[in-house]
DNA sequence: CTACCCGTGCGACATTGTCGACCGCCCTTC
DNA sequence: GAAGGGCGGTCGACAATGTCGCACGGGTAG
């Protein structure tokens, strides 16, 4: 594989970098955070920025991601093609089961929301789509997991971090997990990313038997567990839209 | 102006030409649609693939946008100022007007869509975070155009479509209606985009006066107008509602 | 079976992005 | 009020870098 462009990626870790930083970051911070110099640095950014990546606030002249990004995410959910076949099964998923829906694909090292269906008649929620979630305490990430091997190779570079003390940490008890989810072919998690949350998932499959994403429900741990365990009607449910997403994938294409 | 980096503006167009077209597209495509010579294209979109701004179909070799770019998207709205400030008056003025909330900023030659509140007890309906709206006939629209001198200047530059039989088309009327708008502080815009649907809008600015973007509801010309004109109620709950966000951004900073 | 088209790798060339120093400005500090 | 430091932005020389055209291989269609 000939390198890479250097100017693209460097362009692209500046835009990682805004995207990090909950603030405004100025030019010098850029550069040095990126170990350039400040003029290479300024040429990417003031092309970035009349290509409406990013924006400069006029005061203070510290840059900031920009509204372009937002219209082409938007025509990245528009060309999704797993999305727009789960659209309908996702709502169907939620009325059914009463809990908010979740879509996601992997993505670098977390599962990336790519539709989410609010609890039919609930308090107001914030929409989480485009938003990461990780993948060792989730039941979305942990179907991914099991079932992906690039997935679970990445997943040994880095430290495990415990969202609360059912995280599982110990890449030995994930991979036990994963097999476990591959034997009985639904995951779940409860409470291992947020106190008083349960989730249960299950994979999406394309026509070649590649996973491609997965489905999960999720709600409070009185709702979705009965003693301990997750309620086999819900678990019935979630399998069922995943396999009904699966077959619509391998079914139609232009 | 020095001159902008050729490698990333050519990135940019092969990310503007893939989010245009609704299907994937192939390299040839993609580098006869830009004068480029394959191996270039080729070179660029290689990067962006390993960056994730670009997927490739490993069937077809097609190209797509890439998870990468939904982040980021959501990113900037994490970010966003004006958002974060207009979160709860939107929220407030859904509830108060009963009708469907959009905030929007300039962008390009149009209205990018950053929040939307969906109308309290309705049918399913699609967010449209993201998404563009024309200039000269929506609300959001309109107030910007009045406000905003190169947003007008830009409008001369192409033709207007005509969404509907009432959509303003010539440049002297639209310039009439900025100077009414201007004058009673606030716009409307009665099936000018859409048949059956009426929206009424008004800036948002900053504490220099800027405008930096416009709030508006929308919904069904039967409930929003009242013989032939829009309620007063609702002009004045979308106004008090762009007063306060303004308000709000001109009082607070970190 | 052949002919075409596509995505991909390669290598030479010179265009192009990079680097470091410099400028002017604003805010702070003494 | 003057001096200092930090900021964003600019400029020009250098060579590293991206670009181009061509050739390869696999797939498909006729």
Redesign the interface.
């Known amino acids: 594989?000939?390198g890479?462009?250097q100017?693209?990626?460097r362009?692209?870790a500046i835009?990682?970098l805004?995207?990090?930083g909950?603030?405004?970051l100025g030019l010098s911070e850029v550069a040095t955070s990126l170990d350039l110099a400040k003029g290479t640095a300024h040429?990417?950014l003031?092309?970035?920025q009349?290509?409406?990546?990013v924006e400069q606030d006029p005061e203070t002249g510290k840059y900031?991601?920009?509204?372009?990004?937002?219209?082409?995410?938007?025509?990245?959910?528009?060309?999704h093609e797993l999305r727009a076949r789960a659209l309908v099964w996702a709502?169907d998923l939620a009325r059914a089961s009463g809990e908010t829906v979740y879509l996601g694909?992997l993505?670098?090292r977390g599962v990336?929301i790519?539709h989410h269906v609010f609890r039919p008649d609930d308090t107001?929620q914030v929409?989480e789509?485009?938003?990461?979630h990780p993948l060792h305490s989730t039941a979305l990430g942990k179907v991914l997991l099991a079932y992906d091997p690039v997935a679970r190779g990445e997943l040994g570079e880095g430290p495990l971090e415990a969202h609360t003390p059912r995280t599982l940490t110990d890449l030995g008890d994930i991979d036990a997990e994963c097999a476990l989810i591959r034997e009985r072919g639904w995951a779940d998690a409860i409470e291992e990313t947020w106190e008083g949350v349960a989730s249960i998932g299950a994979l999406i499959q394309d026509r070649r038997r590649n996973p491609v994403g997965a489905v999960c429900i999720s709600g409070a741990v009185e709702r979705v567990c009965e003693d301990g365990f997750v309620r086999p009607q819900l678990v019935a449910s979630v399998r069922s839209a995943a396999r009904a997403i699966s077959r619509d994938l391998g079914a139609g294409r232009?």
Do not use: K
Request: no cysteine.
């Open positions: 594989m000939p890479p462009i100017s693209l990626s362009a692209a835009l990682r805004l995207a990090g909950e603030r405004r040429g990417i003031r092309t970035l009349q290509e409406g990546f900031q991601l920009g509204a372009e990004l937002l219209r082409l995410g938007q025509s990245y959910l528009d060309v709502d694909v993505h670098q990336l790519v107001r929409l789509v485009g938003s990461m232009f």
